[in-house]
């Protein structure tokens, strides 16, 4: 692309940045409506985590395809596409009857939230490989553009938990869902007269069989970040908020509100300072004056200390430490600040790897195996805490993030 033909920074950046701030709002509110709603109705740990699963299954298969879509298609159609599908997902969900089996509801949510996954994957995937297309050049400023992105997108998330938990509370399940299929496709049709026009608009020559790369150091990275996002899943998904519902509530209508109201205050809170500490990245990093060997250099530093987090906060649950909980949210707290700089480095260096004719397939195959630590983050929740309950979900978070360290050491500057 020329810089004749490259849509207007700004004003394109900040159409894309809303569409998908948008969706991520919809994303963290439903995750939490989700898991808080069939827990109250007697889910074990297990059955929450198969909820999601196929969530994260066509995150995996989508982001494999996505890459190859937007190569295809063009990145303003699969942006749509991943819109256009998550209302449809809403509006779906909003259909769950109470009368259903056990077996029904659990079916018919899984199949609603695999198609939830293929929605915000290619969303995300869209938002992302814009931005290498959006971005200036300048000394460190792709960096701060994926910061202000995906930081942003993170604290929209976050709010969507906080959103979630409390719309749960005031209005129940299917009422808070058609709202959000509601406000989501308002603005799915206010953004739509305001996309940039010079987004890649696809070509039919492009092959699914590029999606692999040849490149080893987006290969590496790719390793790097399936564990990184396992650590956090493995504890973030089931265990943390089961854990926590039980501590709070005691079981009577007010104090399952009370329970939702400070589990997804938590959950926000947790989210949004990941979101913030993401914008920030650029400038901890000193990513204006820093190379990309530097930064690699730093990433594996990063995460090094990341795996001491989760251990730490094993051997506190273990122990049964005095103000256990206090401890845990402390340092539940710091392993999102850790992970945030880890997360903003990893997006900025597949972007470094990549080329302005490869974004969408190599972002895409970045992405899928963010899907994959997620998936297996996410089964591994749910049976951690069964089998050895939170101490045994922290300590394979530990385990993820050093097989995060290990495979971010290969990367080659």
């Given at each position: 692309?020329?810089?004749?033909?490259?849509?207007?920074?700004?004003?394109?950046?900040i159409?894309?940045?809303?569409?998908?701030?948008?969706?991520?709002?919809?994303?963290?509110?439903?995750?939490?409506?989700?898991?808080?709603?069939?827990?109250?109705?007697?889910?074990?740990?297990?059955?929450?985590?198969?909820?999601?699963?196929l969530?994260?299954?066509?995150?995996?298969?989508?982001?494999?395809?996505a890459?190859?879509?937007?190569?295809?298609?063009?990145?303003?159609s699969t942006?749509?596409?991943?819109?256009?599908?998550?209302?449809?997902?809403?509006i779906?969900?909003?259909q769950?009857?109470?009368?259903?089996?056990?077996?029904?509801?659990?079916t018919?949510?899984?199949?609603?939230?695999?198609?939830?996954?293929?929605?915000?994957?290619?969303?995300?995937?869209?938002?992302?490989?814009?931005?290498?297309?959006l971005?200036?050049?300048?000394?460190?400023?792709?960096?701060?553009?994926?910061?202000?992105?995906?930081?942003?997108?993170?604290s929209?998330?976050?709010?969507?938990?906080?959103?979630?938990?409390?719309?749960?509370?005031?209005?129940?399940?299917?009422?808070?869902?058609?709202?959000?299929?509601?406000?989501?496709?308002?603005?799915?049709i206010?953004?739509?007269?305001?996309?940039?026009?010079?987004?890649?608009?696809?070509?039919?020559s492009?092959?699914?069989?590029?999606?692999?790369?040849?490149?080893?150091?987006?290969?590496?990275?790719?390793?790097?970040?399936?564990f990184?996002?396992?650590?956090?899943?493995?504890?973030f998904?089931?265990?943390i908020?089961?854990?926590?519902?039980?501590?709070?509530?005691?079981?009577?209508?007010e104090g399952?509100?009370?329970?939702?109201?400070?589990?997804?205050?938590?959950?926000?809170?947790?989210i949004?300072?990941?979101?913030?500490?993401?914008?920030?990245?650029?400038?901890?990093?000193?990513?204006?004056?820093?190379?990309?060997?530097?930064?690699?250099?730093?990433?594996?530093?990063?995460?090094?200390?990341?795996?001491?987090?989760?251990?730490?906060?094993?051997?506190?649950?273990?122990?049964n430490?005095?103000?256990l909980t206090?401890?845990?949210?402390l340092?539940?707290?710091?392993?999102?600040?850790?992970?945030?700089?880890?997360?903003?480095?990893?997006?900025?260096?597949?972007?470094?790897?990549?080329t302005?004719e490869?974004?969408?397939?190599?972002?895409?195959?970045?992405?899928?195996?963010?899907?994959?630590?997620?998936?297996?983050?996410?089964?591994?929740?749910?049976?951690?805490?069964?089998?050895?309950?939170?101490?045994?979900c922290?300590?394979?978070?530990a385990v993820?993030?050093?097989?995060?360290?290990?495979?971010?050491?290969?990367?080659?500057?």
């Amino acid at each position: 692309m020329t810089t004749a033909e490259k849509p207007q920074g700004h004003a394109a950046y900040i159409t894309v940045t809303a569409a998908y701030w948008a969706f991520m709002l919809t994303d963290g509110a439903l995750r939490m409506l989700v898991l808080l709603h069939f827990h109250t109705l007697g889910f074990s740990p297990v059955q929450l985590a198969y909820l999601f699963l196929l969530y994260e299954v066509m995150g995996v298969v989508t982001n494999l395809s996505a890459g190859w879509l937007a190569a295809r298609f063009g990145l303003t159609s699969t942006l749509y596409a991943g819109l256009g599908i998550q209302i449809v997902a809403l509006i779906a969900l909003a259909q769950l009857d109470p009368a259903w089996g056990l077996t029904a509801s659990v079916t018919f949510v899984m199949c609603v939230q695999g198609l939830s996954g293929i929605a915000k994957d290619l969303a995300k995937m869209s938002a992302k490989s814009a931005v290498k297309i959006l971005a200036p050049t300048g000394e460190g400023a792709l960096f701060k553009w994926v910061a202000i992105l995906t930081g942003s997108k993170n604290s929209v998330k976050g709010f969507g938990f906080f959103l979630g938990a409390v719309l749960l509370g005031l209005w129940g399940f299917a009422t808070s869902v058609w709202v959000m299929a509601v406000v989501l496709a308002v603005i799915l049709i206010g953004v739509v007269p305001f996309m940039p026009a010079g987004l890649p608009q696809g070509k039919k020559s492009a092959k699914f069989s590029q999606v692999f790369s040849k490149d080893p150091n987006v290969n590496r990275l790719s390793l790097a970040r399936m564990f990184l996002f396992g650590a956090r899943d493995v504890w973030f998904v089931v265990g943390i908020p089961i854990y926590f519902y039980a501590v709070l509530s005691d079981g009577s209508e007010e104090g399952n509100r009370a329970a939702f109201f400070m589990i997804g205050s938590f959950m926000a809170l947790w989210i949004i300072l990941y979101g913030f500490v993401q914008g920030l990245a650029p400038q901890l990093l000193k990513a204006k004056t820093s190379t990309t060997p530097e930064i690699v250099h730093k990433a594996v530093i990063w995460v090094a200390i990341l795996t001491l987090i989760p251990l730490v906060l094993s051997l506190a649950v273990w122990l049964n430490l005095p103000n256990l909980t206090a401890i845990l949210v402390l340092g539940l707290l710091v392993f999102g600040l850790v992970f945030a700089v880890n997360s903003s480095v990893h997006s900025y260096l597949i972007l470094a790897f990549t080329t302005g004719e490869r974004v969408t397939m190599d972002v895409g195959f970045y992405y899928m195996s963010n899907a994959a630590g997620r998936l297996m983050g996410t089964l591994l929740s749910g049976l951690s805490y069964q089998v050895g309950g939170l101490p045994l979900c922290l300590f394979t978070a530990a385990v993820m993030a050093g097989l995060s360290t290990l495979a971010a050491r290969r990367l080659k500057g």
